[in-house]
């Protein structure tokens, strides 16, 4: 039996703003994971963002982009790293190679909309 997580997050299928690229993949297989979960060739599409009173939502990215996990070095020099040096929980570094050329940091515990890889082959 698999332990089971639930987010109280609202999830829309679709990015609903014309600055947002469309999706390339179905998002029937979509999932929330923490980001210290996002895997290697995991394509993410959001971040969850707090709503103060109400239910978090989704807050789709310009562009959807895989990620490629390496070690949060906040030392490395990217930029992005030195701002995080002070979160007060573990910081994961979701993505190296994007289309920022920076670090991709998140704080382990925040939520990500992500594409698994093994949906997308």
């Given at each position: 039996?698999?332990?089971?997580e639930f987010?109280?997050?609202?999830?829309?299928?679709?990015?609903?703003?014309?600055?947002?690229?469309?999706?390339?993949?179905?998002?029937?297989?979509?999932?929330?994971?923490?980001?210290?979960?996002?895997?290697?060739?995991?394509?993410?599409?959001?971040?969850?963002?707090?709503?103060?009173?109400?239910?978090?939502?989704?807050?789709?990215?310009?562009?959807?982009?895989?990620?490629?996990?390496?070690?949060?070095?906040?030392?490395?020099?990217?930029?992005?790293?030195?701002?995080?040096?002070?979160?007060?929980?573990?910081?994961?570094?979701?993505?190296?190679?994007?289309?920022?050329?920076?670090?991709?940091?998140?704080?382990e515990n925040?939520?990500?909309?992500?594409?698994?890889?093994?949906?997308?082959?």
């Amino acid at each position: 039996m698999a332990d089971v997580e639930f987010f109280p997050v609202v999830v829309t299928d679709v990015p609903d703003d014309e600055d947002q690229a469309p999706l390339l993949v179905d998002p029937v297989h979509a999932r929330l994971v923490h980001a210290g979960d996002v895997a290697e060739g995991d394509l993410i599409l959001a971040a969850v963002l707090g709503a103060g009173h109400g239910l978090a939502r989704t807050d789709y990215f310009n562009d959807q982009y895989e990620a490629h996990p390496a070690p949060y070095n906040p030392r490395c020099g990217c930029g992005v790293c030195t701002n995080l040096a002070d979160e007060p929980g573990p910081v994961v570094n979701v993505s190296t190679d994007n289309h920022w050329e920076t670090c991709d940091l998140w704080p382990e515990n925040d939520l990500a909309l992500i594409v698994p890889a093994d949906c997308l082959t």
